[in-house]
């Protein structure tokens, strides 16, 4: 595995080769040298104690494009979880799924956090007006002792992009365990075999190309890159070059000569199929019974994150893979045939909401940029 240290120890060897070329202060101004430091990454050490503490933790939660398309009310007994819809993917979630499954997340998030302060939460969803979404309220009771523990992972999760142990797949009761504690009506269905696993790899290589080959779809996606050191700290959303897990000679280079959109997107059709699907052990699929349920979409959000807390405790890395669905969607949204639909309805036999890689890690990845909290209170 590259450590953190391992990677600044590979990056300062290439310090001769950058001084010669008169660019060791671009180096520095593109952070090089300080990958997962700095005030897009303060977030991630903010304490997790008292209401507060668990708005901030809701804030470390995964979301699409990392988007964080959230805002929070603090009260004296709770929280009010908004969606904030100055932060959509347009057509790149075209149905507005990822958004469900992100403040899932984020609800999840607030879950364990606050079982871990002894209180029991309760969540009542709230019809979209002024796009208040749901209401938790705390109350002290006996909490769910397999949230408790989870509450240590919450700043150390982080979605794995790089390659993944092939050679040594999740053993069954792990592959168990991941899924303990689905809510009722949402299925988990691992793909182990050789023959399911190629079946959906083909599907995410396939589907990358599309999106790839859709300039609208591409607008929509390209609008939470987030390529250079500047926009980083500016935003402290967004797709990023660190995220990539690119490895130090790729990261380095990247960062030296930040990419355009389009040549970032070259290499994310080449590591879809060369890294992401070539070393992934096993996929998850979560399914839910029926098309268009919202409810089931928040769910699986919450299922999700507390799947990857749980992998994040037993070092299992995750990652989903969301092509085919978007095109899926893209093609739902506009009325079009379509094959993406068919081939993972007949194969799934309910929607699938959201699909993953899961396996150990051969290297590790760094912390994502957050939104202060303070940026995400109304
Ligand atoms: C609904 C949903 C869909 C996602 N789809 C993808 C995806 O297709 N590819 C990917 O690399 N990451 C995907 N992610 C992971 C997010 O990009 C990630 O959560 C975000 O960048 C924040 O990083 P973190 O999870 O490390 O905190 C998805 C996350 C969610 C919640």
Redesign the pocket.
């Known amino acids: 595995m590259v450590s953190r240290r391992g990677f600044i120890a590979a990056g300062l060897g290439t310090v001769g080769v950058i001084a010669v070329g008169g660019g060791l202060m671009k180096a520095v101004d593109n952070g090089v040298f300080s990958v997962g430091d700095g005030v897009a990454f303060e977030a991630w050490d903010a304490p997790l104690d008292g209401i507060e503490g668990i708005a901030a933790a809701a804030v470390?939660?995964?979301?699409?494009?990392?988007t964080q398309p959230w805002s929070f009310r603090i009260r004296e007994d709770g929280i009010d979880v908004m969606g904030d819809t100055s932060r959509l993917m347009g057509l790149a979630d075209a149905r507005l799924?990822?958004l469900h499954?992100?403040l899932g997340?984020a609800l999840e998030n607030i879950a364990v956090a606050a079982a871990a302060q002894g209180l029991v939460s309760s969540v009542e969803y709230v019809r979209r007006t002024d796009d208040h979404f749901a209401r938790v309220t705390f109350a002290k009771g006996e909490v769910d002792p397999q949230l408790t523990t989870l509450a240590e992972q919450i700043p150390l999760?982080?979605?794995n992009?790089g390659a993944y142990d092939i050679e040594r797949g999740l053993t069954a009761a792990e592959l168990e365990s991941l899924g303990s504690g689905f809510p009722g009506g949402l299925e988990l269905q691992r793909l182990t075999s050789a023959d399911d696993r190629a079946w959906f790899g083909d599907l995410v290589v396939q589907a990358t190309g599309e999106h790839i080959a859709d300039v609208d779809l591409q607008r929509d996606s390209h609008a939470w890159y987030r390529m250079t050191r500047q926009e980083v700290d500016e935003y402290r959303d967004?797709?990023t070059v660190d995220?990539a897990a690119a490895g130090v000679v790729g990261t380095t280079f990247l960062k030296l000569f930040p990419p355009t959109p389009d040549q970032f997107d070259g290499q994310w059709a080449k590591v879809t199929s060369e890294t992401h699907c070539a070393t992934a052990p096993a996929y998850g699929l979560i399914i839910a019974p029926s098309t268009d349920d919202h409810r089931a979409w928040v769910e699986t959000?919450r299922a999700?994150q507390r799947m990857?807390l749980t992998a994040t405790a037993l070092k299992i890395a995750m990652?989903?893979?969301?092509?085919p669905l978007?095109i899926r969607d893209r093609d739902l949204a506009r009325g079009e045939c379509n094959t993406y639909a068919d081939a993972l309805e007949q194969r799934a036999g309910g929607e699938v909401v959201?699909a993953f890689r899961v396996g150990y890690p051969l290297v590790d990845?760094t912390?994502?940029p957050?939104r202060p909290l303070g940026a995400t209170l109304s």
């Open positions: 470390l939660a995964a979301s699409s494009h990392n799924r990822e499954i992100s997340c999760r982080r979605t992009r967004g797709i995220g959000g999700y990857h990652h989903p893979l969301s092509q978007t959201l990845v912390a994502s957050r």
